[in-house]
């Protein structure tokens, strides 16, 4: 079948000039464009070819923080700020809703940037450069970056992750050398983590009653998106439900070995503190997002998870 | 009339495709799709583990 039938025995008919010479045209336009395929990566704009490895939230994490540590300059608004060496590979880690650490890279040197996600899908938006991938969890990408303009430059998550998506901003600073951290406010930086007992502590809240503290952390709870994975009806979402919760006792996983806690402020606090000690068995594979609660907000958090039956 | 002229003449598996144009079509897509399929299988299958060299000199 066929729109129109062809003539009997146009298969063995000889192909005529003019028609010759649309294949050999077409035919050299193809090549032409495969060949531009290949030159855009080189002489175009667009996003750089990378390595993937595959990983896991819970490695990546680990990477993350022990990278942080060693390179930690200081913090900016709670994010850990670092700067790292020429050529060396660095780390950076999207999670519900921040960009972890903030880089500050010289300009006209080779990184090897190695990202991934600790929760979900996020997008890598590299502005005002247009540079724009997906950031999957599971898979570390690794791009060899030369970052080619002096200043800041901001990294959004363009893939929708939750209430706090819009607040998803990273930084990486361009320098030329160190007497331009100044310029950026980058030479004073504070060096104390948030959750210690000295940061962001701006009201005494040891006179509240239990009332106002459960008030105030149901504000927390829903301000810092906590309600993004924890649901309060006792319906597991990414996270445990927080129902029923408080006193009761959990299987948890702490490196590789099983075991039972019962919930109380100090495993609250620590949950929060440091989300990746003790991981709620069935939920090893949604690590929970380091949230930088100050204490104040954790006791209010507690109380608020205590009242929730 | 030989014998041999009488005989309708095959056509090759070449004209029958050509001749046909929703399998044409048909073979257009599926061949592109199933190609292109195994090729992402093959991708994802072959994603390799981060170096332990990488992540030595991180953790170190």
């Not at chain 1, 993350?64 to 900016?76: I, S, T």
């Not at chain 1, 129902?243 to 039972?260: A, W």
């Not at chain 1, 949950?271 to 690590?287: C, L």
Request: hydrophobic share 40%.
């Amino acid at each position: 079948m066929s729109l129109i039938a062809p003539q009997e025995g146009w298969f063995q008919k000889k192909v005529s000039k003019d028609e010759r010479m649309w294949i050999v045209i077409s035919f050299f336009v193809c090549v032409f464009l495969f060949v531009w395929m290949v030159m855009w990566h080189v002489v175009g704009r667009q996003n750089p070819s990378n390595t993937t490895y595959k990983t896991n939230p819970i490695e990546f994490a680990q990477l993350h923080d022990a990278y942080v540590k060693k390179n930690m300059l200081g913090m900016d608004n709670g994010i850990p700020v670092v700067k790292p060496e020429p050529g060396s590979d660095v780390i950076l880690m999207a999670q519900m809703w921040r960009w972890s650490p903030v880089l500050i890279l010289k300009k006209d040197e080779w990184y090897n940037l190695h990202i991934s996600s600790k929760d979900l899908l996020h997008g890598f938006s590299l502005q005002p450069s247009n540079m724009n991938f997906q950031v999957y969890p599971d898979y570390d990408y690794v791009l060899k970056f030369k970052p080619t303009q002096l200043g800041e430059a901001k990294i959004l998550c363009n893939e929708y992750c939750g209430i706090g998506h819009h607040t998803m901003i990273g930084k990486i600073l361009v320098i030329d050398s160190d007497e331009d951290l100044a310029k950026y406010g980058y030479d004073k930086l504070s060096t104390v983590r948030p959750g210690d007992s000295e940061t962001n502590v701006t009201e005494d809240i040891s006179g509240w009653t239990e009332e106002q503290l459960i008030k105030g952390g149901e504000t927390v709870f829903n301000l810092k998106g906590c309600n993004a994975c924890h649901k309060t009806d006792g319906t597991a979402l990414i996270g445990p439900a927080l129902n029923k919760l408080y006193g009761s006792k959990v299987k948890v996983n702490e490196n590789g070995k099983i075991k039972e806690v019962t919930v109380d402020d100090d495993y609250i606090t620590t949950s929060i503190n440091e989300p990746q000690k003790q991981i709620v068995v069935g939920f090893e594979n949604t690590a929970m997002a380091q949230m930088n609660l100050t204490p104040n907000e954790i006791k209010q958090i507690t109380a608020y998870i205590k009242s929730l039956k | 009339m030989s014998e041999q002229e009488s005989q309708p003449k095959r056509a090759s598996a070449l004209q029958v495709v050509m001749d046909d144009v929703m399998l044409l079509l048909f073979l257009g897509v599926t061949i592109y799709a199933v190609f292109y399929l195994i090729w992402g299988v093959m991708e994802i299958a072959t994603v390799p583990n981060i170096p332990e060299a990488v992540k030595q000199s991180i953790l170190k």
